[in-house]
Nanobody, 123 residues
Framework: QVQLVESGGGLVQPGGSLRLSCAAS????????IGWFRQAPGKEREGVSCISITGDTTYYADSVKGRFAISRGYAKNIVYLQMNSLKPEDTAVYYC????????????????WGQGTQVTVSS
């Protein structure tokens, strides 16, 4: 069964950090670009970051540049999203998704999706 599973979400204070993980089963992440999206209540899903198959190319939304970092853990068939200096406006459900290279800004281009993990930034 092809599946993506996110983990690592939770409640954190403003300025804090979280590391999200996206693990795959049933297929190899090595053959796909992996994107992170988020959706806050009442808002549309937005792209946050994406990493190419090789890991050499990464993309970030302007709202997270300099604070978030995406990376691959090849040995574990997993992709990480390190989130630092978190702000209340980062509160959302975060999803990872897989697309054939290259990365895309459009959620409809992605073939596989995880179920999401909640990130809440609040004091």
């Amino acid at each position: 069964q092809v599946q993506l599973v996110e983990s690592g979400g939770g409640l954190v204070q403003p300025g804090g950090s979280l590391r999200l993980s996206c693990a795959a089963s049933g297929f190899a992440l090595d053959y796909y670009a992996i994107g992170w999206f988020r959706q806050a209540p009442g808002k549309e899903r937005e792209g946050v970051s994406c990493i190419s198959i090789t890991g050499d190319t990464t993309y970030y939304a302007d709202s997270v540049k300099g604070r978030f970092a995406i990376s691959r853990g090849y040995a574990k068939n997993i992709v990480y999203l390190q989130m630092n200096s978190l702000k209340p406006e980062d509160t959302a459900v975060y999803y990872c998704a897989a697309v054939f290279d290259p990365c895309s800004d459009y959620a409809d281009d992605y073939h596989y999706w995880g179920q999401g993990t909640q990130v809440t930034v609040s004091s």
